[in-house]
């Protein structure tokens, strides 16, 4: 079995504020994967500009750049010499010579060569705080290209310093948006920051992560200021035996059949979070209340929605709610959720599909998107008259 490539990042360069984009943030930690690897000549140049060397075509495949532009990769590298980045947003301790003053992610422009190569540098102070970091982040160099959102990427690698420390850590909400490399003039209200950045980004941390995040808001009085997170290692918080658990389960099986293929981190999500009963009732609600897609499975998106929601129908909710909601508006709120994730699934499929290069299932996947946005839009078009009949 192959050794997981990790990288140790001192915090002072991990808590830190810049407009990388996903694309940057996966080259910078492979480059100075890279460049750690031959580590024991760092200290042993009396320069402060450390140069590495790497394949270009190694680069790539170490960041899972599967496209064609490179000409975008290769300006995407060459912007990291410019890009000013604010260091240390937590202020936590460091050695006492280093000062981060107009220090570049990149230290001087890279060179590309015409025999297939990129030579890159780094300021040696950057180096100093991989190499034997006194408080840091442990990074999996895969792990970390996986994610597809920069926010996301950002959020799971400011965890990894507080992964298993059994307590919780509060963070300034413009704090936490600096670490996560939101603009400032973006996503101005909380609830656009809480729908564009924070929801999807938890979701995809938790999703590819080996670890659990866990945010809560900060308030004083009605006003979120901060929020409070907390990071869980998951692999100890699953059960001694739940490898056989996960690979054997009869309910894994059935929810193949229902669902289609169930990625194994999303599956032992579900079973370590809820109970058997309860998810068992979720997906007879599914099966009860949408339809089955082409190719003959539920969609796996609106069950898990059902989980988080507690979805249940009409005659399961209390009679209180039932005074309070219109059926009719209730049953067309409940359809267009439907669509909307349905589509939100299929558009996730697709993705997959296109990495995939498989470009049968992308056409059927098309098809089926086409579909549903169809219904969507004829759901839109006749609500108008249905509250006209009202």
């Known amino acids: 079995m192959l ?27 492979v480059l100075l994967y890279e460049a750690t690897k031959d580590s024991e000549n760092i200290h042993n140049e009396e320069s402060a500009l450390v140069e590495r060397r790497i394949s270009f075509s190694s680069l790539c495949k170490a960041i899972k750049f599967n496209s064609n532009n490179t000409q975008y990769l290769k300006e995407s590298i060459d912007q990291l010499a410019s890009l000013k980045i604010e260091w240390n947003l937590l202020r936590d301790k460091l050695p006492t010579d280093i000062s981060f003053l107009n220090l570049r992610v990149l230290h001087g422009s ?37 994610f597809e959102s920069k926010y996301s990427h950002a959020l799971y690698e400011n965890s990894t310093r ?38 999807p980004s938890v979701e995809e941390v938790n999703d590819r992560a080996d670890f659990i995040v866990s945010l809560e808001n900060v308030k004083q009085g009605r006003k979120i200021t901060g929020f409070t997170l907390l990071v869980e290692d998951n692999k100890k918080s699953k059960p001694s035996n739940a490898k056989n658990f996960i690979e054997d389960s009869v309910l894994k099986k059935e929810m193949t059949e229902i669902f289609g293929m169930i990625n194994k981190r999303v599956f032992e999500d579900i079973v370590i979070n809820y109970s058997e009963e309860y998810i068992r009732d979720k997906i007879n609600y599914t099966k009860k ?8 499975y539920y969609p796996i998106a609106y069950f898990i929605s059902a989980l988080k929601g507690d979805y249940r129908s009409i005659s399961e909710t209390p009679s209180e709610n ?14 267009l959720d439907r669509l909307h994730s349905d589509i939100n699934h299929w558009k996730k499929m697709l993705q997959y599909a296109n990495k995939k290069n498989n470009t049968k299932e992308i056409e059927n996947i098309k098809n089926i998107i086409l579909n549903y946005e169809r ?16």
């Open 3 to 29: 050794s997981e490539k990790v990288l140790r990042k001192h915090v002072a360069i991990i808590h830190a504020y810049s407009l990388m984009s996903v694309l940057q943030r996966k080259i910078v930690n």
């Open 110 to 146: 890279p060179t590309f060569y015409q025999d297939g190569t990129l030579n890159y540098s780094f300021h040696k102070v950057m180096l100093d705080l991989v190499k034997n970091p006194s408080i840091y982040g442990t990074l999996n160099i895969d792990t970390q290209c996986e």
């Open 162 to 199: 507080f992964v298993n420390l059994h307590k919780n850590k509060t963070i300034q909400l413009d704090t936490f948006r600096k670490m996560l490399g939101v603009n400032s003039d973006k996503y101005p209200t909380m609830r656009e920051f809480t729908r564009n950045v924070i929801l």
């Open 289 to 296: 209340h949408v339809k089955k897609d082409g190719f003959g």
């Open 322 to 335: 039932l005074k309070k909601n219109d059926p009719i508006k209730e049953d067309l709120n409940v359809k």
């Open 375 to 390: 219904d969507l839009q004829f759901l839109l078009d006749e609500t108008p008259k249905k509250e006209a009949v009202l």
